[in-house]
């Protein structure tokens, strides 16, 4: 194994070690193709049984590091390891094999369901594929897998559209458990539900992963929803790495402008905190054109000369690892310490009762005052 940033746990399950994934859009006759680098450098190491986050906005390549973990993607250049295992050195056989122990879980659970199969075929249908057992054998399991995500016995006869958002994400969950993987990707698994159904979904999630040993990959767009469930947090931007730490240091002492920004821009539930809101300006430029030097220069508060030059590293800081050349000497931000509620259940259910509060808003209709009892 290569050693490197990000690379840092014990016994990786999954090792992604320079990893690139440039797609090539439009061209023609007369016109020179584009060419997108979503993933463009990513090395991180994931331990067996850690639930590691991989946050930033949209657009950031947060899914093709999910695809090119599971081969569903090939990379342009670099190494994906399984165990130990590379995944480009794999025949086709020996892929389908590895596919078993790795799956995904998607942001949309309708999109991700076929709406012509009923649940037991959806749920089943690994099994069948991989050969896995007699039917009768398929039959009960795909009935256990429904038990498990918190489905009945009657709902295997029916078909997605018959079911809420937060029911469809179990169908998903039970199908992404049939062959028993080892590791599991959570492709923005709840950011499609609605606030209220989120944290039940992260809840069985966090069950699932205690009861059958699974480690968890868990890709989303902001820093809120995976704070309680993740033990390291990776954060991208433009197809980068540009921080690397264990949760609860990242949320106390973000080292990267762009993390602490993420950080000011969760929400603060509580009454008398005014922390001031240092949202990101400026869209993300285009994976397609990315800025010179560190790519976070032209939203960077901070940035200095040096920054457009020059692309700053993934260094080691402390059993951590962040990509800027001045982390060190930014000046403290309480913003983003203000923005983040300490850690407890009853804080977070607080956040959760905030962020009902204003989605009822959002929607128009005639809302509670945020709770702020314990
Ligand atoms: N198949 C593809 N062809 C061309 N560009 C793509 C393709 N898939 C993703 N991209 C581009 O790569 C970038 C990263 O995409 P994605 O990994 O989906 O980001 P995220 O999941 O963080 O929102 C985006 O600019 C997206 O438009
Ligand atoms: S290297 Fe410069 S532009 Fe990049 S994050 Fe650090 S201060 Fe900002
Ligand atoms: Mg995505």
């Known amino acids: 194994m290569t050693s490197g940033p990000g690379t840092s746990v014990a016994t990786p399950i999954l090792e992604l070690d320079d990893v690139r994934k440039h797609f090539r859009s439009g061209g023609g006759l007369f016109q020179k193709p584009t060419i997108v680098r979503a993933v463009d450098g990513v090395t991180l190491s994931v331990a067996t049984g850690e639930t590691l986050a991989i946050v930033g906005e949209s657009g950031c390549g947060k899914s093709t590091v999910g695809r090119?973990?599971?081969?569903?993607?090939?990379p342009t250049s670099g190494h994906v390891r399984f165990e130990g295992r590379d995944l480009g050195a794999l025949d086709e056989a020996g892929l389908r094999r590895?596919?078993?122990?790795?799956?995904?879980?998607f942001q949309d659970p309708f999109a991700s369901l076929n709406p012509r199969m009923t649940v037991a075929e959806i749920v089943g249908e690994p099994l069948w594929l991989h050969g896995m057992g007699t039917a009768r054998e398929q039959r009960e399991t795909t009935l256990d897998l429904l038990a498990t995500v918190g489905l009945r016995p009657d709902h295997a006869g029916r078909y997605p559209h018959e079911f809420s958002g937060g029911q469809r994400q179990r169908i998903g969950i039970a199908r992404a458990l049939a062959c028993k993987p080892r590791l599991v990707i959570g492709d923005e698994p709840v950011s499609a539900l609605d606030v209220s159904i989120q944290a039940q979904v992260i809840n069985l999630l966090e069950d699932l992963k205690e009861r059958f040993g699974l480690t968890l990959i868990v890709v989303a767009h902001d820093l809120a929803v995976i704070r309680h469930m993740s033990d390291r947090v990776v954060v991208m931007y433009l197809g980068k790495v540009v921080e690397v730490a264990p949760t609860a240091s990242l949320y106390k002492e973000p080292l990267h402008p762009y993390t602490r920004a993420l950080l000011a821009a969760i929400p603060v539930p509580a009454p008398g905190v005014r922390g001031e809101r240092r949202l990101l300006e400026?869209?993300?430029?285009?994976?397609?054109?990315?800025?010179?030097?560190?790519?976070?220069h032209t939203r960077c508060p901070y940035a200095q000369a040096r920054c457009s030059a020059e692309e700053p590293a993934l260094r080691d800081a402390g059993?951590?690892?962040?990509?800027?050349?001045?982390?060190?000497?930014?000046?403290?931000d309480e913003a983003a310490r203000l923005a983040v509620?300490?850690?407890?259940?009853?804080?977070?259910?607080?956040?959760?009762?905030?962020?009902?509060?204003?989605?009822?808003?959002d929607k128009g209709a005639a809302g509670a005052t945020p709770s702020t009892e314990q």
Do not use: N, W
């Not at 090119?68 to 090939?74: G, I, K, N, S, T």
């Not at 869209?283 to 560190?294: E, L, Q």
């Not at 951590?320 to 930014?330: G, I, K, N, T």
């Open 319 to 332: 059993g951590r690892q962040v990509a800027c050349h001045f982390y060190e000497d930014l000046p403290g």
């Open 98 to 105: 590895m596919r078993r122990d790795m799956q995904m879980v």
């Open 282 to 296: 400026g869209d993300i430029p285009s994976p397609a054109a990315p800025p010179s030097g560190c790519r976070f």
């Open 341 to 361: 509620p300490a850690d407890t259940s009853a804080k977070a259910r607080r956040m959760a009762l905030y962020r009902a509060h204003r989605e009822r808003q």
């Open 68 to 74: 090119l973990a599971l081969r569903l993607l090939e």
